[in-house]
């Protein structure tokens, strides 16, 4: 019997809008409602899962920043691991090669720091940081064909650059006094990302994984969301079989690939991610965490009846 519900957010619990659909909150009502707990996983930073969730009355767990920390119903901190300051730095060098844009996730604000290209010498400037913010939302979040004026004026961009924080170096992180969770990188070139990728990945440190396929998202090794979700689980009583998880792409690998009870993969994943999970349900457009809820309420001590 699923007694626990854990979804990962944007391209799963969230629609193309970035916002919960009314059918899915409550869908989540009626889980709670039944006794099951639910929790989101997601790559986002709490105050990122927070904008999501502002406008709903979801209580939840927090597995944050694709598993670098847990918060609890009361939006307590349970257990954090980021990386750390030499590994951020020695992963900056690595990049310094390549024309990427990177983003220093922590639990407060996004840092950014100069263009690590090498060629691209200069300190990050305000308009610097503010053309990064609109490639990144060009990239991820608005009609690439859109101006930067209309980006600019975006609410998305006023939400983003006030969260945002421009740093000279790497070292200043520390004066920050904030970990580092995760570090961000994208760009256009989907196959220098994926070299990106490759290399990073050869580091036994960290673990590298991605959201979409413009970008790459690193963590300290320990902090992915399924072996992060299995220790959560079970510190608070409950078996993996008793859990059903919900993803879309590379970032839920971890979670999808691993033997808890109901592995739901969407309609909308990425190549790759239905092959490893144990079901499918409909996209995140048609309310597919709302559907996979209903059938796990439905099924009770019994088969889910969703595609295998």
């Known amino acids: ?124 400037t305000k308009k610097e940081i503010e053309d990064g913010i609109i490639r990144q939302i060009r990239l991820f979040h608005m009609d690439k064909n859109d101006s930067d004026e209309k980006i600019r004026n975006s ?15 790497i070292r200043s992180l520390e004066e920050c006094e904030t970990p580092v969770y995760k570090i961000f990188i994208f760009a256009g070139d989907v196959d220098m990302l994926q070299e990106i990728g490759e290399k990073l990945g050869q580091n036994p440190e960290l673990a590298v994984a991605s959201s979409f396929i413009l970008n790459q998202e690193v963590t300290e090794v320990r902090a992915q969301k399924g072996p992060v979700l299995k220790e959560y ?35 909308n994943s990425v190549p790759g991610i239905k092959e490893v999970a144990k079901y499918i349900t409909k996209t995140n457009q048609e309310f597919g965490v709302a559907w996979a809820i209903d059938q796990a309420i439905a099924a009770g001590d019994g088969e889910l009846k969703l595609q295998k």
């Open 233 to 267: 689980i079970e510190s608070l009583g409950y078996t993996m079989d008793e859990v059903m998880v919900l993803g879309d792409s590379f970032n839920d690998y971890s979670m999808l690939s691993m033997d808890f009870g109901a592995t739901v993969a969407m309609g």
């Open 1 to 124: 019997m699923i007694k626990v519900i854990a979804s990962d957010m944007d391209g799963t619990l969230l629609g193309d809008d970035h916002k919960i659909a009314p059918e899915t909150q409550v869908a989540i009502k009626r889980a709670c409602d039944a006794g099951i707990r639910f929790m989101v996983a997601t790559g986002r930073n709490f105050r990122g899962a927070m904008d999501a969730l502002k406008d709903t009355d979801i209580t939840c767990d927090y597995i944050l920043s694709s598993g670098a920390e847990v918060r609890n119903p009361q939006r307590e901190v349970v257990k954090r691991t980021p990386i750390p300051i030499d590994l951020c730095e020695e992963v900056y060098e690595e990049l310094k090669e390549y024309p990427v844009s990177v983003i220093f996730f922590t639990d407060r604000y996004d840092y950014r720091p100069a263009p690590v290209h090498r060629l691209m010498e200069r300190l990050g």
């Open 155 to 169: 609410a998305q961009f006023l939400q983003i650059a006030g969260n945002t924080r421009g740093i000279s170096d």
